[in-house]
């Protein structure tokens, strides 16, 4: 499934228009009575009132009505645009022709609400009656009245999913022909709801430069083929290298999900006083040490040990230290493998090689992903949260490209790019945002870039199974209990999900 940026879904639009001749109106008529559909399926009773700018969202929501009516539903537009756009308008006078209400406040016993106020287009804050309106609508909604908007919820900026203060809060959002990147990114997640996608006829003028969402089927086609004439050999062999007396469960969570991932080898590289708490805890892991003592220190004799492997995760729980970032250094330097860069690895390197990082990366001898979350990210570009969060996609992107690196910037939805593709990973729940989380994925991708895959491609199927991991185990044990150990011990029925057929895919494809 394609994401789409403004600029990108206008394009299409004119696409659609301009080339290939298919009247605006028809695609209006067509997003209203998708609408409608969705519109009588949500309302329980009661009044449907459709808020309606005057632009060509308004006019969808215009159009709605009209199907509505039609239907014989009670339905009424509350609408105070001064300016139309010209299918607005002209829908507006269908409206009006049919003898449908236009009202300027909310009347009593709303059953539904259809947020036609602004689309795609909308930046900036809602403010005057916009936000008074949008307050209404949130009002009522905390009373347990549904609430549908069209393409986007009214206030969240469609690329980067943004709120300035107030927007709509939905059940469900209608994405207009492809879904918009600003309901993944941000606050827009919690806004949109549940998004339902509905293809009224417009064509990409291409299909390349889209970002894309991660689903069950793609993932499944980067998963590698297990052969019954197969043994621990044919599927690599992973270090896990990490931990500190501070941190002394990092390294070992991320272990033991690289083992759940289907690796044949795993080994935890971790200094020495780390090792006799974590002897017969998992007999299938093997132990290595370090370095003496409690903290990580830095031995070109011990690096050369990594060179062998497959795959290589480094950072969790190391603590941020000169040593750690020596070691981050020598292997962007010496190895040839995989390299995932995770946690303290990556503010080790912010903090003692911040002016070196672009010709450190861009020089290295690897296959590299960095996973940072939004406020490691930060610290290594130099590019303030709020700066990242507010330009959407184009500054990871960007950064990738330049430092030649694959990129996994972790956060409610997960970004990946090599600087080219972009794909978002939506699977996941709230309960993932606890210590360790990390650590998990970090090791579920190093096993799976020691069974072959590309970092990016590893990145890709790890995030998502995590992901489905940990809404798997909120069922049963919700989102407030749910731990990192508890994602480990559920990504077998996450593989299964994937490389098998079940009931459980909730309409993926």
């Known amino acids: 499934m394609f994401l789409l940026t403004n600029k990108q879904m206008r394009q299409a639009d004119e696409y659609t228009m301009q080339v290939l001749g298919v009247p605006s109106l028809l695609l209006m008529e067509r997003a209203g009575v998708a609408l409608a559909e969705e519109a009588e399926r949500l309302c329980q009773g009661g009044k449907i009132l459709c808020i309606c700018g005057g ?16 239907r014989g ?7 105070y645009a001064e300016k139309y756009s010209p299918d607005c308008q002209i829908n507006l006078e269908k409206w009006r022709a049919l003898g ?66 107030c927007a709509v809060e939905a059940d469900v959002t209608l994405c207009i022909g492809e879904r918009k990147l600003g309901t993944l990114l ?21 299909e390349e430069g889209y970002a894309e969402l991660l689903t069950k089927g793609k993932v499944a086609t980067l998963l590698p083929k297990r052969m019954r004439n197969s043994h621990k050999g044919s599927y690599g062999k992973t270090a896990i290298v990490g931990g500190s007396t501070t941190y002394s469960g990092a390294p070992y969570l991320s272990a033991l999900a690289c083992l759940r991932s289907g690796g044949g080898y795993t080994t935890l590289f971790t200094p020495s006083a780390l090792i006799p708490p974590l002897l017969f805890k998992c007999p299938e892991l093997l132990l290595k040490s370090t370095n003496e003592g409690g903290m990580y220190a830095f031995t070109e004799e011990s690096m050369q040990t990594l060179l062998p492997f497959d795959s290589i995760a480094y950072g969790m729980g190391m603590g941020v230290s000169e040593e750690v970032a020596k070691g981050a250094v020598w292997l962007l330097q010496h190895y040839e493998g995989k390299l995932i860069l995770d946690a303290d690895g990556l503010n080790s390197l912010a903090t003692y090689r911040k002016g070196e990082l672009s010709t450190l990366f861009q020089r290295k001898t690897c296959d590299v992903l960095l996973t940072p979350h939004v406020k490691e990210f930060s610290r290594l570009s130099g590019i ?35 600087g080219q593709a972009c794909f978002l990973n939506e699977a996941g729940c709230s309960g993932q945002a606890k210590g360790g989380s990390g650590d998990v994925l970090a090791g579920m991708i190093a096993g799976l870039a020691g069974m072959g895959l590309p970092t990016l491609e590893a990145g890709m199927a790890g995030v998502y199974l995590a992901g ?42």
């Open 186 to 206: 941000g606050d827009g997640i919690d806004y949109a709801g549940q998004c339902k996608r509905v293809d009224i006829g417009i064509t990409l003028p291409n």
């Open 55 to 70: 632009g060509n969202n308004g006019g969808d929501g215009f159009v709605c009505a009209r199907i509505l009516k039609n």
């Open 468 to 509: 489905k991991a940990a809404e798997f185990g909120a069922q049963e044990l919700g989102n407030f209990s749910l731990t990192p150990s508890d994602v480990i011990a559920y990504l077998g029925r996450a593989f299964l999900f994937v490389t098998e057929n079940t009931d459980e895919e909730r309409g993926e494809e």
């Open 73 to 79: 539903l009670d339905v009424t537009v509350l609408c």
């Open 100 to 165: 449908g209400e236009i009202v300027d406040r909310f009347p009593d016993m709303v059953g539904c609400l259809v947020d036609c106020l602004y689309g795609t287009g909308f930046h900036g804050k809602l403010e005057g009656r916009d936000l008074h309106t949008a307050q209404e609508i949130n009002r009522l909604h905390g009373q347990g009245v549904p609430v549908l908007s069209a393409d986007i919820p009214s206030g969240v900026h469609g690329d980067t999913g943004c709120v300035q203060g």
């Open 384 to 418: 303030s949260v709020y700066e990242l969060q507010s330009t959407g996609i184009s500054t990871p992107k960007a950064i990738a490209e330049s430092w030649k690196v694959n990129l996994l910037l972790k956060n409610a939805v997960s970004l990946l790019t090599n």
